[in-house]
């Protein structure tokens, strides 16, 4: 049986990520095992992130960034300038072959095509146990395989989108904004919204989101974004050439701890996405660094979380979407036109203090707040 400093399930962004700081540290000459059955096959995602500058994992020639956010509903639009931060874009297949790249230089690094089953620990550490029957040891175990039996609550509300990257014959998108919220009619009171990331003039992902508690078939969500498009284009026809889709839970009762001090638990599975945005891409980077840096220091490491006081936060957004889906639309609009966008992306990604946060929710209307706070859930 082949012994590794470290075993990976999973090679999605956190494990990638992790391996990444861990090959860039004094610790590049542990040996390394990534369990994972997709191998090779990348999937089709993008992601989104903001900060004053590209973070130093985001692929080299691959930058692709706004500097403006747009919220509107029909023909109204609200155009919001970023002052610090950039909204930055990464597409999954160019971050997981450059990084692949880079680890294939290490020979300690290490990939198996195949699928872990079950981990138990032992004396000298974890036995890892794949679904062809392979065994492994370890001395630390690192989980990112995200099951629904991770949240408490089965019935967690869920983000639901699908996106298609389009083409045009003829110019329509602004290619210096983001549209971060088209808000769309409620359909059986769920909160929908268009977003639309444009390359340029002819080329733009176009998503359509909801948010849900019951799993809407994709062919349902396809034909919303369909509807969409024909809405919003105004019948100019479009190619789709790329497919994105998926499904986030939103909630705050997922389960973190893990049976052992070393069986660390990573990306959705640890709780890295944000529970009322569903943004994960920053969390994992900065919570990766941590880890690394714990695992350099003394070899233990700590659980990754917001501070908790941005749990009771999204709690309470998370209610108003359960029970209120329609004033969601006024709670977002008026977050951000109600205060500095820099501040509010920064509040998001929870790098924000006690007194900034006071200050930027003073500026918003209570009332939805004071009603989910007095109807307060954890969910």
């Excluded at 995200?146 to 329509?172: C, P, R």
């Excluded at 789709?240 to 998926?246: A, M, N, S």
């Excluded at 203090?353 to 006071?358: A, I, K, M, S, Y």
Aim: proline share 5%; charged share 20%.
């Amino acid at each position: 049986m082949t012994h590794y400093d470290y075993i990976f399930a999973g090679g999605g962004c956190a494990a990638f990520s992790l391996i990444y700081y861990l090959n860039k540290s004094s610790l590049k000459t542990k040996s390394i095992l990534v369990i994972d059955p997709q191998g090779s096959s990348y999937p089709s995602k993008t992601w989104c992130y903001w900060a004053e500058k590209p973070l130093e994992i985001h692929p080299p020639n691959q930058l692709v960034q706004w500097n403006q956010l747009s919220f509107g509903r029909g023909k109204e639009k609200t155009l919001l300038k970023l002052k610090k931060l950039t909204y930055y874009h990464i597409q999954a297949s160019d971050f997981f072959r450059n990084l692949r790249e880079e680890f294939d230089s290490n020979p300690n690094i290490n990939f198996f095509q195949d699928k872990v089953i079950s981990c138990q620990t032992s004396t000298s550490g974890f036995i890892v146990t794949s679904e062809g029957g392979k065994q492994f040891s370890g001395d630390y175990f690192f989980d990112s395989r995200a099951e629904s039996a991770d949240w408490t609550d089965q019935n967690v509300l869920k983000q639901q989108f699908v996106g298609w990257k389009i083409s045009l014959d003829y110019s329509f998108f602004d290619p210096d904004s983001v549209t971060w919220m088209d808000i769309l009619s409620s359909e059986n009171d769920q909160f929908s919204f268009g977003y639309i990331l444009p390359y340029d003039t002819k080329h733009a992902l176009v998503e359509y989101t909801c948010y849900s508690e019951k799993e809407i078939p994709y062919s349902l969500l396809e034909d919303r974004l369909k509807k969409y498009l024909d809405s919003h284009l105004e019948s100019i026809s479009y190619t789709p050439y790329f497919e994105e889709k998926g499904r986030i839970p939103m909630s705050t009762q997922f389960k973190m701890n893990s049976p052992h001090p070393r069986w660390i638990n990573l990306g959705t599975r640890a709780g890295w996405s944000r529970p009322s945005t569903g943004f994960t891409f920053q969390f994992i980077q900065d919570y990766c660094r941590e880890l690394v840096a714990e695992l350099e220091f003394s070899g233990t490491v700590t659980q990754k979380k917001m501070p908790s006081r941005h749990y009771f936060y999204d709690n309470i957004l998370l209610n108003i979407v359960k029970k209120w889906p329609k004033q969601l639309e006024h709670v977002f609009v008026n977050l951000f036109t109600s205060n500095s966008p820099d501040h509010v992306l920064q509040f998001l990604q929870a790098k924000t203090g006690v007194w900034e946060e006071l200050s930027l929710l003073s500026k918003v209307r209570f009332y939805p707040f004071l009603k989910s706070l007095w109807h307060y859930e954890k969910h």
